[in-house]
């Protein structure tokens, strides 16, 4: 009831918001000529827009419920003591979001604001100027272009949840400025690139506290010809065949280690930083994907290294990979229903290389039934998430998951 009460709330909030913008846009149309344009509202399938007549404003608003049954409701476990924690079963809410998106003034100067009801946080506030494909820019809060897996929307995730590696190398949610853009000079003369500037102190937070910024880069090249976006699941079935390969770099200070929709954080068995600053963090990735006829294939590979500057300089190496595939068996089986995807994941790393005496592994097995699309989508999953130390298993679980993800 606290969630639904919670979500209801955001959804009058959003149609508050609409209006609002949609009145101050006609004034500002009004007053600069005198003419009046109105500002209608219309449900196209995708959310409720609100636009100007004359096309110089616009507003979209758009919901997402993603209603989960977990057993055993753990999530993912992190360490030995996870393994043996009892945490029940989850069945509810496990996201509610409120999108606000649109143009202001011009249709290449626009916004974007993510709302998380259940948690009651602003996920991302974005303005960018978009005008050319191949130089744009924009500032404010949201998930950093650096890996594929993490760029995916979770409302278009083709597994349940990220990989496990993702909480150990994501740079997630922060605040700051990039440049990015589009080339294609054809052929495979295609490329993305993404370079910004953050405070990397994780979301909601307006101070980098050392003073030092966190810098990040992707260069992603669409080597058949077409872009690729963070997209997973080839639903359209792709007539050509469109693939990818990218690199990404990150190198920052600061008194945390890791970052997550809830802010920033550390691994296990690293303490809240003593001094600002404390961790020197570099970090890169190679990641590829690839689309033909119903299947997706994705892949990343990581490295981290953290440098302990208050404590004699200890560095600590992390390194950790996965490999994903999805197909619509319907392409090579004709009793195959057409809707219905199946999708495999294997994923490891290491918390330290250098001690080589922990690895985590996790397999996970996922069957999606599409009914519009990752708009309105079924999944049923069972991973299996281990730890091995000193190449002993010493900690397995296994966990049952069907979701119900529907956007509108």
Same mark, same amino acid.
């Given at each position: ?94 996201? !509610?979001?409120?999108?606000?998106? /649109? ?51 979770? /409302? ?19 605040? /700051?400025?990039?440049?990015?853009? %589009? ?5 495979? !003369? ?10 990397? @102190? ?6 980098? %506290? ?54 920033? +954080? ?21 990641? +590829? ?10 892949? #990343?590979? %990581? ?6 500057? !208050? ?50 592994? #996790? ?9 519009? /699309? ?18 002993? #298993? ?6 049952? @998951? ?7």
């Amino acid at each position: 009831m606290l969630y639904q009460y919670r979500f209801s709330l955001c959804l009058i909030s959003t149609v508050f918001l609409a209006s609002f913008f949609s009145s101050a846009a006609l004034a500002i149309e009004v007053g600069a000529e005198q003419e009046s344009y109105e500002t209608s509202p219309a449900y196209n399938g995708d959310g409720l827009v609100f636009q100007s007549d004359n096309n110089g404003f616009s507003l979209r608003a758009r919901g997402r419920v993603q209603f989960r049954y977990a057993n055993p409701g753990i999530g993912q476990p992190t360490e030995l003591a996870d393994f043996d924690y009892n945490a029940g079963n989850q069945f509810g809410i496990n996201r !509610a979001r409120v999108k606000l998106d /649109g143009h202001i003034a011009m249709p290449w100067i626009n916004y974007a604001v993510e709302y998380d009801a259940v948690d009651q946080r602003t996920l991302s506030a974005t303005l960018a100027f978009e005008k050319y494909d191949a130089l744009r820019f924009k500032f404010g809060q949201w998930k950093v272009e650096y890996s594929r897996e993490r760029s995916v929307s979770s /409302g278009g995730q083709q597994m349940m949840d990220r990989s496990i590696i993702n909480r150990i190398f994501t740079l997630d949610r922060q605040m /700051g400025a990039s440049i990015y853009g %589009h080339i294609d000079n054809g052929g495979a !003369a295609n490329f993305n690139y993404w370079a910004g500037v953050f405070n990397g @102190s994780g979301r909601g937070d307006y101070s980098n %506290h050392d003073g030092e910024a966190m810098y990040s880069g992707r260069l992603q090249w669409n080597f058949l010809g077409k872009e690729v976006g963070f997209k997973n699941s080839d639903i359209a079935r792709s007539s050509t065949p469109k693939a990818a390969i990218a690199i990404a770099g990150a190198k920052f200070k600061s008194q945390f280690t890791r970052f997550s929709s809830s802010g920033a +954080g550390n691994l296990t068995n690293f303490d809240e930083g003593e001094i600002e600053g404390q961790y020197d963090i570099q970090q890169f990735l190679i990641d +590829g994907a690839y689309f033909y006829q119903g299947f997706n294939a994705q892949a #990343e590979y %990581h490295e981290k290294k953290i440098v302990d500057v !208050a404590n004699d300089n200890i560095k600590t190496t992390l390194r950790g990979y996965y490999v994903q595939a999805g197909y619509f068996l319907n392409g090579s089986l004709s009793w195959w229903p057409k809707p219905l995807e199946i999708a495999v994941r294997y994923a490891t790393y290491s918390p330290n290389t250098s001690e080589k005496d922990e690895e985590f592994y #996790e397999k996970s097995l996922a069957l999606n039934w599409f009914f519009k /699309g990752h708009d309105n989508k079924l999944t049923a999953q069972v991973s299996r998430i281990s730890l091995d130390q000193f190449d002993n #298993e010493v900690g397995d679980s296994t966990i049952y @998951s069907l979701q119900w993800d529907i956007s509108f």
